[in-house]
């Protein structure tokens, strides 16, 4: 059997994510976001606007770069708008095609034309319990108005009522679905942000964590990081410092229990996918164009760690989107990250995620990126496909023999990278599902990512919802493990010294 070097025995990863720790994801941890003003206004929500007057959608037309108008009957995405966060009140608004509204204080005429937006495109939106809203300019302070030619002018003064009149809107919010490390930190503002954050790292995941971990077979946890953890403890707003502080809490844990680390860059500069989870500010992805500096995050990661007894790996980058991320530039990119971490390294695990999207995990096998203890990391989820809506538990677990054990039988026998199933979960879209169908699901899993020639590591360890929580599927017997560890002695003996020397320090 394959051993991975690193790992006691013949041992392979058997592993577990800490996502939601030091990379934010909301739906993982919803209170998080409790104590934000308007949390349904916060950067990326998308809206569009209707006049009460008109009954007509605010238009960019072609999606941004010409005027603005109030003449389309059903919406679109040129009639969509995302939001960039100022302030509780104060917004700046992008088009589909990345413009910003803007406004000539001379004329009052309104267009999508600016590719950076500053005060002359920022408008405070004031809105009532009806969702009916009024957009006020910030610098003139005229509030826009729909005329009956069907544009828009920022030319009404003074305080419009909440009656049918041309500069009242009806509001839409079409989707807030973005609620990262962006959202909270700018939505709540530094010091409450700071606030929170402090409190949510200190307390998500702890040494106790890390004890569970060990006693139920445990071996490696893989750790989401966001690229401005090169920059602690005071990174570019609106992030807050503090995670390398608790990355380094991590390995210490870690090392005590024996247990091994993967640093995963899970947020790249720009975003590589437009999720949440990669800290977008509002959906798009511009992380070809930061390259350079994302390398130079690699390089801090790889020159703290590299010699670290707890690392086993380091991730170059978590879920490139097929969509944005040309495969040319990906792998340039992963031939320079695998060469940085050589430089610290001869013997760290430099793991490769595949694109996801419309992209197949061979396009990395024939890419020449690293000589020796390259690892290519997929993410196995029977979700987030059309293709899973109504399959029943038996045809889930048809799948994972089927489809799932060939595809790793067949990458395990390339001459290339060792296959990682780096995140997998106890969860799937099937309706009405008992205890015993989560079981055989499961058992399914590990069964086949078992063969995995790196291991495999659990989304995640915990999690607002149960079945992707790893700890409530071990607790309440709904994933179980054919291997748990005792109690290592030597943790035990360090434990009663420090009890000890606590115990005389005080007595002084």
Known sequence: MLKVEGLPGNSKVRGVNLGGWLVVEGWIKPQLFDEMPNRDMIDGTEVRFRSVTLHKYISAENGGGMKITVDRDSPSS?????????????????????????????????????????????????????????????????????????????????????????????????????HGDYQLANGLGRDKAKQVLTRHRNSFITWQDFKFLYKHGINTVRIPVGWWIAFDPNPPAPFIGGTLEALDNAFSWAQLYDIKCIIDLHAAPGSQNGMEHSASRDGSTSWPMYISQTLYVIDFLASRYATHPALLGIELLN???????????????????????????????????????????????????????????????????????????????????????????????????????GEWVNEWNATNSTQLDYQDFGEAQLQVYDAASFGWAYWTLRNAEPHWDFEWNIRNNYLKLSYSQKTPVIRGVLWFVLACSFYIYNAL
């Open 78 to 178: 040129w009639e969509t708008f995302r939001l960039w966060r100022v302030s509780s009140s104060e917004f700046q608004l992008r088009t589909s095609q990345g413009h910003f509204i803007t406004c000539d204080v001379k004329d009052g005429n309104v267009s999508a034309t600016a590719s950076m937006p500053s005060l002359t495109e920022t408008f405070y939106i004031e809105r009532n319990e009806r969702n009916r809203v009024h957009i006020k300019h910030v610098i003139s302070g005229s509030y826009l108005q729909a005329s009956t030619s069907n544009n828009i002018t920022a030319d009404h003064h003074g305080v419009p009522g909440w009656d049918d009149n041309a500069a009242t809107f009806e509001m839409i919010i079409v989707s807030n679905l973005i």
């Open 319 to 421: 879920e490139p989107s097929a969509a944005t991320v040309p495969l040319d530039t990906l792998i340039s990119y992963y031939k320079q990250g695998y060469q940085i971490i050589r430089k610290y390294s001869s013997t760290a695990y430099v793991i490769i995620c595949q694109r996801i999207g419309n992209a197949d995990p061979i396009e990395l096998y024939n890419a020449n990126i690293g000589p020796s203890n390259l690892v290519l990391d997929l993410h196995y989820y029977n979700l987030f496909d059309s293709y899973f809506v109504n399959k029943t538990p038996a045809e889930n677990i048809q799948f994972i023999f089927n489809n799932r054990q060939p595809q790793l039988q067949a990458l395990n026998d390339l001459n290339g990278p060792l296959v990682f199933i």
